[in-house]
Each structure stands twice: as C-alpha cells, then as structure tokens.
C-alpha cells in the first residue's frame, strides 16, 4: 500500500466516531498483507499472509535474506510485527524492544529495554521474576495501536505502552503488582501478548503453577486507565458474569456457578491463567479467549469442577461482561490448560452456515463452537493416542474421563501410568493456522504420554504450587514426540499428519501461495504444501524454532520470518563443554565464557526468494 | 590364527557397518560454529582451532548431522525445567541420541586433545 492509499485512509478512519475508528483503522491494516499488524496476523486468528509470490513451485529455492540476532538467550516464542517499513522485535526475559528499519539494512532505531537498573517498572528484580516463571523466560510479543503505540506486557506484569516512533515510554502501569505473596511480591507473570481492541488494551496472566488467581484487565490504550476485569472464577461480580445472561451450553449459568464448584475458598488460589493467543469479532464484538489450569495441580484438594478454570470466555470488551462460557475440562487432574488460540471461521459446519470459533485444546480434542451463541457443534480427537476421555457428551459438553487415567479416582500418591496426552497436552500455546485456500487447520502438535502422581502441598504464596511429579515418553506405538497435521474442523478429522521427532513448538502460518510455514525444535524451518502436507523446504536455523512464523513484502518482494532461540545450549554448549566431558551439560562456567557468542541468543531469521 | 582371522573379519564387519550408517554429513557450517564455541571456551589460537576441527571431524565420523541436530535439541531443553522440557529428560530418544553424543565426544577428546 503506498503512503498516499494509507493517508487516506487514516484521515477517513478520523472523520468516523473515535471508539470505531481504532478498530477500523486497525482492521484495514490487517487486510493488507504487505504488514503483519498484530501477532496472529488478524483478529480472527487464522494466520493467513494473502502474499503469493512465494508459492509451491519456487519455495524450495528460498534463501536467508538477512538476519538479526537478540542477544537474549532463552525461549523466544512470538514473532515480530511489520507496521509500514518498520518492524518491531521482542525477546525473552529481560523483554527487549527493537525498532527496525526496514528501509536501511534493519538498522536498529531504537531498543527499549524494561529492565533498570536490574529492576522491572513494578519494582521486581528481574531474578525474582525468573524465579516465579513457569515455563521458561519468554514473552508471546508485542502488539500495536494505531495512535502509534507498541504495547509490551513485561514479565513482571507491568503493560508498557511505547511510542512506536522513539520507543519512548507513553505510560507504565503494573498490573498485578501488589501480589498476595508472603514475600510482598506477587506471584503472577506476564508472558501472554497484551490485546489491541479499539482503544483499549487487555492481559491476562500467568501463574497458576503459583496459586495466583488469574484475570483478564482492559485498560484505556491512551491513558492505561483500569477499565474492567473479570477473575477465571470467584463471585459473580468478580468474574463479571451474569447469572440469568451469561450462557453455558445454551443455558444460563445460575448464581455462584462458579463458588460452587470449589471447597471452602479454594477458588482464591485457583489459577486459571490466561496467556495464549486469543480472538476479537468486530461485528459481534466479542473477546474470546481461554483460561488456564486449576490449582494446584494435586485434584484430590479440590473436588469439583473448579469453574470456570479450563474454560473458553467469550465476553464484550467494552465493559467485560462474559456472554457465554464453556469449561472444556471440568475437574481438570492432568494440567490440559484451556489457553490455547481461539480461531474464528466462518464456515459450513455439518451443512450449516456457521460463525465459528475453532480451538485446538490441550486436552487432545478440537472443539468447532458457534461463536455467537456458544454451542458445542464439533468436539473430536485430534491425535488418536488421546486416551483419558472415550469422547465428549455433546449434550452436556463433558468429556467421558476414563477412570484408569483419572489420576483423582486413583488417588494421591499413586501412579497414574500412560495418560494421554501429556501435561503439555496435544498442543501447547504453538498457535495453528488456518488455511483459506483449502479450508483446512494446520496445526503443531505434541504426540507424548505420561505417567502423572499427585500429591499433597500447603500453599506458601510466591513458591511453586505443583503438586504432582510427572514422567513424558512417545505416544505407544512410536518413538515420534510430534506430528504437523490439517484438521477438518467440520469433519472432526485429520486430513494429513507428518511425524517429526519432537513435538511441534512453533507456531505455523498458511500463505496464498498454498503453502505453509512451521519449525522444529532442531531448528528446521519447514514449508509444506497445504493441501498434502508434502515438505518443499527445509533449512536449518541456528536454534530450535518455539516462535511463530509470519509475513510481509516490503518494496514488491514478499519476507517470511521466524524468530529461532530455545536457549540453554546449543551445539555450542556441547562445544564448550568438551574439555571436561564428565561435567557434559552442567558445564556453566564454560557457557558463560561463551555470552559475548551471538548464535547463543535468539535470531530472527528472514526469507525471501533469490 | 583363528582368533586373529576373527578379530581383522569382526574389524572388517565394524568398518563396513561404520561406513554405511555415519554418512560423514556435517555442513562447513554447522563444523565452523563447533569449532568456533570450542576455541573461545578453550583458547582463540592456532592450536586450539586444529584440536577443536579435529574434535567436530571425529564427532561427525560417529553420528549422522540429523541425530547430531536432535542431540543438540535435546542438550538445550536438558537445561530447562518446565513441564514442556520435563517431558525430554526421560523419553528413549532422547537417551540414545546424547548416549551417543556423549560417546562421540569422549571419543574426540582422547583423539584429539
């Protein structure tokens, strides 16, 4: 799009009310594929790139471009945004920013950096952030406004809005940064993509690990005022849900929907945290989004449903209010965290015109849903080795849990053996892509067991809240950990599936060009074709591939980009730790020696065509 | 006589197997980066880069590039300890290939330091 199309259209958006016209405006940009405007692309998910002049026939001749290193070991999972000639990195922990300039070699015209003086904006050291994140230091990346704001959501919590001109900082507000913690610091982190909707942007948080009750908080993108927010469970008022409106399985929810389901106040560390990818419909304005496992993680401690953890919400962003809910996992015993990506399609389901919202679930099955009403339409495995539910009751919405892998009806310190999937569930926060030319998902999967034995824990505010120890293997029948299949989300069936040997931790994007991106964790960027699944290329990036791909064209040539950074040790760890084979990987103080290395740290990795 | 015929057949058998399977398929690259991270935790000189190249050479005489990028894999997510790099510390693959790398290294070190 030329300066002069994007004036225009900027000047039109103006002349409309203000609350329309950031949405407006937003959603133009994401219509047009030379930019990738928010991190899954559009607000519907579907991390589509309309761009075609990488196609199934030249894709094998694909070479590097350029490449931009962080500097930051560690998980780099997200991807970079392209607004106009400018794109915008992120990292992992410390949460670096970088401006690049797309016309100039991507120089670098500014990095923003959170951490001072070895402090995050809310007052936390960075180690005591390190110590309460879960899984690995990394940050799902960045989002933009368009009154010229990137939004970061910190590690700490704290939702930085920059100038996306000077990196500068427009405001700080932490969003849960008074904690309960028996330490004075909160136990939540921030690690989800903060959420551009009109003029307002909206996080969710992590912990759950932490006994830390989550919630999703709007604030007013020009002055990151509080607007709303709504706890995964608790009273109604807290929750923002009404009991006679808000709607599940068809049904209103009822007074205390959610108290109800929990022993005495156990919902007050009940987890549900929210950091995966989520979806917006402007026309039905509607937020949707998933929450996360109950805690802790020992079932025994908690009977009942532990509403509305594990649960897809679909609320009006304006002022929170949950329209319908639906709990996936009710009484969740195996951490299948309901945050996966919510992606909206609309499209026939069983013969019919549908408004839908598609959800590949931790828990091994993928729900096809009405995204305006709430009703269950499709819910099928989408790995056959998914082993703990026989289905799910499409009259009640429940999974039918077999009581072999019920690690609660075997009781506390028992081993409960070959539940599949895995804590990590079929799929991980990785978030699929939906194909519009072939109609198909494409999704990154995890194809692993495990064996799972709870067992009791007395909460201490800020420790690790776990309670249960876990050993993972392959699926039976295999030694592959992964697979990179195309769902059929009306069908409720797998279209193709390619093994890999490790689950698939990337994030994949479909193109026009009837192909489709995803990584390994050997570090391999792959291209498929979408329709068979067939590999057309392959090339190997300096670390294991955990970001999401995405694409733009910048002066008439279409880029493919994906952020590659596992951390820990590369090659280059086992290099150093050769002098002294017997240390092997505990060889720390070689890996240090190695920090002013660049290939240690994350790196972007950009393609184009010769 | 017999025992010697045996041995230098079984060496033979040895040799023919270890052609067959290590394709001996390292990139320049992927060698460029070992030696590269040898020689700074080591020591930036003439020395070390003949011993670091001969170690990469060695390592790559004793297992495919394909399993030597899956140890890799594996050896960065041995440092983590989220749930999602729990699940690499006990699965079998996982096992055989840093068995292996394991081995190849300390194979390269009596070669080549």
Same mark, same amino acid.
């Given at each position: 799009?030329?300066?002069?199309?994007?004036?225009?259209?900027?000047?039109?958006?103006?002349?409309?009310?203000?609350?329309?016209?950031?949405?407006?405006?937003?959603?133009?940009?994401?219509?047009?594929?030379?930019?990738?405007?928010?991190?899954?692309?559009?607000?519907?998910?579907?991390?589509?790139?309309?761009?075609? &002049?990488?196609?199934?026939?030249?894709?094998?001749?694909?070479?590097?471009?350029?490449?931009? %290193?962080?500097?930051?070991?560690?998980?780099?999972?997200?991807?970079?945004?392209?607004?106009?000639?400018?794109?915008?990195?992120?990292?992992?922990?410390?949460?670096?920013?970088?401006?690049?300039?797309?016309?100039?070699? &991507?120089?670098?015209?500014?990095?923003?950096?959170?951490?001072?003086?070895?402090?995050?904006?809310?007052?936390?050291?960075?180690?005591?952030?390190? #110590?309460?994140?879960?899984?690995?230091?990394?940050? $799902?990346?960045?989002?933009?406004?368009?009154?010229?704001?990137?939004?970061?959501?910190?590690?700490?919590?704290?939702?930085?809005?920059?100038? +996306?001109?000077?990196?500068?900082?427009?405001?700080?507000?932490?969003?849960?940064?008074?904690?309960?913690?028996?330490?004075?610091?909160?136990?939540?982190?921030?690690?989800? &993509?903060?959420?551009?909707?009109?003029?307002?942007?909206?996080?969710?948080?992590?912990?759950?690990?932490?006994?830390?009750?989550?919630?999703?908080?709007?604030?007013?993108?020009?002055?990151?005022?509080?607007?709303? $927010?709504?706890?995964?469970?608790?009273?109604?008022?807290?929750?923002?849900?009404?009991?006679?409106?808000?709607? *599940?399985?068809?049904?209103?929810?009822?007074?205390?929907? *959610?108290?109800?389901?929990?022993?005495?106040?156990?919902?007050?560390?009940?987890?549900?945290?929210?950091?995966?990818?989520?979806?917006?419909? #402007?026309?039905?304005?509607?937020?949707?989004?998933?929450?996360?496992?109950?805690?802790?993680?020992?079932?025994?401690?908690?009977?009942?449903?532990?509403?509305?953890?594990?649960?897809?919400?679909?609320?009006?962003?304006?002022?929170?209010?949950?329209?319908?809910?639906?709990?996936?996992?009710?009484?969740?015993?195996?951490?299948?965290?309901?945050?996966?990506?919510?992606?909206?399609?609309?499209?026939?389901?069983?013969?019919?015109?549908?408004?839908?919202?598609?959800?590949?679930?931790?828990?091994?099955?993928?729900?096809?849903?009405? $995204?305006?009403?709430?009703?269950?339409?499709?819910?099928?495995?989408?790995?056959?080795?998914?082993?703990?539910?026989?289905?799910?009751?499409?009259? !009640?919405?429940?999974?039918?849990?077999?009581?072999?892998?019920?690690?609660?009806?075997?009781?506390?310190?028992?081993? !409960?053996?070959?539940?599949?999937?895995?804590?990590?569930?079929?799929?991980?926060?990785?978030?699929?892509?939906?194909?519009?030319?072939?109609?198909?998902?494409?999704?990154?999967?995890?194809?692993?067991?495990?064996?799972?034995?709870?067992?009791?824990?007395?909460?201490?505010?800020?420790?690790?809240?776990?309670?249960?120890?876990?050993?993972?293997?392959?699926?039976?029948?295999?030694?592959?950990?992964?697979?990179?299949?195309?769902?059929?989300?009306?069908?409720?069936?797998?279209?193709?599936?390619?093994?890999?040997?490790? %689950?698939?931790?990337?994030?994949?994007?479909?193109?026009?060009?009837?192909?489709?991106?995803?990584?390994?964790?050997?570090?391999?960027?792959?291209?498929?074709?979408?329709?068979?699944?067939?590999?057309?290329?392959?090339?190997?990036?300096?670390?294991?591939?955990?970001?999401?791909?995405?694409?733009?064209?910048?002066?008439?040539? &279409?880029?493919?980009?994906?952020?590659?950074?596992?951390?820990?040790?590369?090659?280059?760890?086992?290099?150093?730790?050769?002098?002294?084979?017997?240390?092997?990987?505990?060889?720390?103080?070689?890996?240090? +020696?190695?920090?002013?290395?660049?290939?240690?740290?994350?790196?972007?990795?950009?393609?184009?065509?010769? | 006589?017999?025992?010697?015929?045996?041995? %230098?057949?079984?060496?033979?058998?040895?040799?023919?197997?270890?052609?067959?399977?290590? #394709?001996?398929?390292?990139?320049?690259?992927?060698? #460029?980066?070992?030696?590269?991270?040898?020689? *700074? %935790?080591?020591?930036?000189?003439?020395?070390?880069?003949?011993?670091?190249?001969?170690?990469?050479?060695?390592?790559?005489?004793?297992?495919?590039?394909?399993?030597?990028?899956?140890?890799?894999?594996?050896?960065?997510?041995?440092?983590?300890?989220?749930? $999602?790099?729990?699940?690499?510390?006990?699965?079998?693959?996982?096992?055989?290939?840093?068995?292996?790398?394991?081995?190849?290294?300390?194979?390269?070190?009596?070669?080549?330091?």
């Amino acid at each position: 799009m030329s300066i002069l199309k994007k004036s225009i259209i900027a000047s039109a958006a103006l002349a409309l009310p203000f609350a329309v016209s950031a949405n407006s405006k937003l959603e133009k940009m994401m219509k047009d594929p030379g930019q990738w405007v928010q991190q899954s692309g559009d607000y519907a998910g579907h991390r589509f790139s309309n761009l075609d &002049q990488i196609n199934k026939s030249n894709v094998g001749s694909l070479k590097v471009a350029w490449t931009f %290193s962080t500097g930051v070991l560690r998980g780099h999972e997200g991807g970079p945004l392209v607004i106009g000639d400018v794109m915008y990195v992120h990292t992992a922990i410390p949460n670096i920013v970088y401006a690049l300039d797309l016309n100039d070699n &991507q120089r670098i015209m500014w990095k923003y950096n959170p951490v001072k003086g070895g402090k995050y904006p809310g007052g936390e050291t960075m180690d005591r952030v390190i #110590s309460v994140m879960c899984c690995d230091n990394v940050n $799902r990346g960045v989002n933009y406004h368009p009154n010229g704001t990137i939004v970061l959501h910190a590690a700490d919590t704290s939702v930085i809005a920059l100038d +996306a001109k000077t990196g500068k900082e427009k405001w700080i507000t932490t969003n849960l940064h008074s904690g309960t913690g028996k330490y004075g610091v909160s136990a939540s982190t921030g690690s989800g &993509q903060p959420f551009i909707i009109k003029d307002m942007v909206g996080v969710g948080c992590s912990g759950a690990e932490f006994g830390v009750r989550c919630n999703w908080t709007q604030y007013d993108i020009n002055s990151g005022k509080r607007l709303w $927010r709504a706890y995964s469970m608790g009273p109604d008022k807290d929750m923002l849900v009404d009991p006679n409106k808000t709607t *599940s399985m068809l049904k209103p929810i009822g007074k205390d929907s *959610s108290l109800k389901t929990w022993p005495g106040d156990a919902w007050k560390i009940g987890g549900g945290s929210i950091w995966g990818f989520y979806g917006y419909d #402007s026309k039905l304005n509607t937020l949707y989004y998933g929450t996360g496992n109950p805690s802790t993680w020992n079932p025994v401690v908690r009977p009942g449903d532990n509403k509305w953890s594990m649960t897809i919400m679909a609320r009006n962003p304006d002022n929170g209010m949950a329209k319908w809910l639906y709990q996936m996992t009710p009484y969740d015993e195996w951490d299948y965290d309901g945050v996966n990506e919510m992606i909206l399609v609309d499209m026939k389901v069983k013969g019919k015109n549908r408004q839908a919202l598609v959800h590949f679930d931790r828990n091994g099955f993928a729900y096809t849903m009405d $995204r305006a009403s709430g009703e269950l339409l499709v819910a099928e495995k989408y790995d056959p080795a998914v082993n703990w539910a026989t289905h799910v009751d499409m009259k !009640t919405g429940r999974p039918q849990v077999v009581d072999r892998y019920s690690t609660a009806h075997q009781g506390e310190d028992v081993n !409960t053996t070959n539940i599949c999937p895995a804590a990590l569930g079929t799929k991980d926060q990785q978030p699929a892509a939906y194909d519009r030319l072939s109609g198909l998902f494409m999704v990154p999967t995890n194809h692993v067991c495990m064996d799972y034995e709870p067992f009791k824990v007395d909460y201490v505010a800020g420790n690790a809240y776990v309670g249960a120890t876990l050993s993972m293997y392959p699926a039976p029948g295999g030694t592959h950990l992964g697979n990179f299949i195309a769902w059929d989300a009306d069908k409720g069936k797998i279209a193709w599936s390619n093994p890999e040997p490790f %689950s698939v931790w990337s994030g994949a994007l479909a193109t026009a060009g009837g192909i489709t991106f995803y990584g390994t964790l050997e570090g391999y960027a792959k291209a498929v074709e979408s329709k068979t699944g067939k590999e057309l290329f392959s090339f190997k990036t300096p670390s294991g591939i955990i970001g999401n791909f995405m694409a733009y064209s910048h002066k008439g040539k &279409q880029y493919v980009g994906i952020l590659s950074g596992v951390g820990g040790w590369a090659g280059i760890g086992l290099a150093a730790g050769l002098t002294d084979p017997t240390a092997g990987l505990g060889a720390v103080g070689a890996y240090s +020696a190695l920090s002013n290395h660049t290939a240690l740290g994350g790196v972007l990795t950009v393609f184009a065509l010769p | 006589m017999i025992n010697k015929l045996l041995v %230098s057949s079984s060496l033979i058998l040895a040799t023919l197997l270890f052609n067959k399977s290590h #394709s001996n398929d390292f990139p320049t690259l992927a060698r #460029s980066e070992f030696v590269f991270a040898c020689m *700074s %935790s080591n020591a930036s000189n003439r020395d070390f880069m003949a011993k670091c190249s001969c170690a990469i050479d060695e390592i790559a005489k004793r297992m495919t590039f394909k399993e030597y990028a899956q140890a890799e894999a594996i050896a960065r997510l041995w440092e983590g300890n989220s749930p $999602r790099e729990e699940a690499f510390k006990s699965v079998g693959l996982s096992k055989d290939r840093m068995q292996k790398l394991f081995r190849a290294q300390a194979a390269s070190e009596l070669e080549c330091f």
